[in-house]
């Protein structure tokens, strides 16, 4: 009979055993196993009694595990019908396995089927392999590659903040994460880093801890409230169980003063003229010829008066 036997750290260990495909006891699966809390994955062999791929729900402290025997019962799972698969990984947040009607992918809580390639044809036993967001499939005299890189993006990729006095807080902008992997994303956090990280205010976060489903959405807000004059750039820095993790959306804000109140025009006959907003002057113009300014305004600056 073919089993699972979780150990007790103990100095007299005991065991569990019980079916784990579908009530084959010989022959029932060959190559190894793949694991992603809470569940151990592997393929099944029994023609009669199951093919596909069974998802054993593990206890670890327990230790302990779901069995799938003649029934299969939640939250354990089964996929893939009569496919003959290979040995699966994990990768993504999804399972994958080779078989001869191409690579699949399964989400790996429910085992819905969230993939399917184009078939082509694979030896048995064949293990799929994953590194830098590709997953690679040996396929008799080549290697097929599958891209999944990339599959977190963000609405914006960076915020701007326009000119804002020392102190005051600016309008709230929204991030948004788009989770395009096959499998659910689980974000640890959307901090805020860099040297003027201060400057900046995390605002509702819907993004830390997390998980996003395929398909999904989670949104994070900020603010800019700068402490100081001049340029003041900082990030917003996720961290998930993405392929590209930690990604980073550049902050820029420039703490500064709003003169529009104070601009005016010097036009060609001595006349100051309000510009933007700006407030009028009682004497605006003066008499043709005379190119000099009656009265003007001199603004405040950082630093002293220029």
Known sequence: ???????????????AHADVCAGQH????????????????????????????????????????????????APDWRAGGTTRFGPPIVAAAAVWAASDNGLSAFNATTGALIYQSAAFGVNRFVTPSEAGGQVFVPSHTVIRSFSF??????????????GQAPGTTSATQTVTLHNNLPGTLNVTSAALSGANASSYVKGIDGCTAMAVAPGGTCSVQVSFKPGTYGGLPASLNFTDAGPDSPQTIALNGMGALDDQGHLYTLDGYGGLHADGSARPLRISAHWSGWNIARSGVVPRRPGGVT
């Open 149 to 162: 890189s990339g599959a977190v993006t963000f609405t914006p990729t960076h915020l701007d903040f326009s």
């Open 26 to 73: 010989s022959d029932a699966t060959f190559g190894s196993f793949a694991y992603l809390a809470p569940y151990v994955y592997l393929e099944c062999e029994s023609p009669s009694t199951g093919l596909g791929l069974v998802a054993l729900d593990v206890n670890a402290s327990a230790p302990s595990f779901t069995p799938c025997g003649s029934s299969c019962p």
């Open 1 to 15: 009979m073919l089993s699972i036997h979780p150990v007790q750290a103990t100095s007299s260990p005991t065991y």
